[in-house]
């Protein structure tokens, strides 16, 4: 059973920078992409990015190219997601999630780390 636990969230001002962190264990062979969701209050969850595991491709949601960064390390089993000049509208529950195979859905998540941005 895989398990992932996030981990970075907190409080940051509008413009600040943070850096989460998503930390898989139980993992028998290498992840096909692990991703990075979130939950802003009253809203439904919405895809933020995911990276291909075994050639460390990134991809993400349009709105958030240039501001947010997703990169891995392989060896460690963590992925991380950078995130500079935060705006209140980013406020959210960040949770990461692991697909293990091309053809498969999302079977594990992470317990979500919240993240406020406000002045």
């Known amino acids: 059973q895989v398990q992932l636990a996030e981990s970075g969230g907190g409080w940051v001002q509008p413009g600040g920078s943070l850096r989460l962190s998503c930390a898989a264990s139980g993992l028998t062979s290498s992840p096909y992409v692990m991703a990075w969701f979130r939950q802003a209050p009253g809203k439904g969850r919405e895809f933020v990015g995911g990276?291909?595991?075994?050639?460390?491709?990134?991809h993400y949601r349009d709105s958030l190219k240039g501001r947010f960064t997703i990169s891995r390390d392989a060896v460690k089993n963590i992925m991380y997601l950078q995130m500079n000049n935060l705006k209140p509208e980013d406020t959210a529950v960040y949770s990461c999630?692991?697909?293990?195979?091309?053809?498969?859905?999302?079977?594990?998540w992470g317990q979500g780390t919240q993240v406020p941005v406000s002045s």
């Open positions: 999630a692991v697909k293990m195979s091309q053809t498969s859905d999302y079977t594990s």
């Open positions: 990276i291909r595991w075994s050639e460390g491709a990134a």
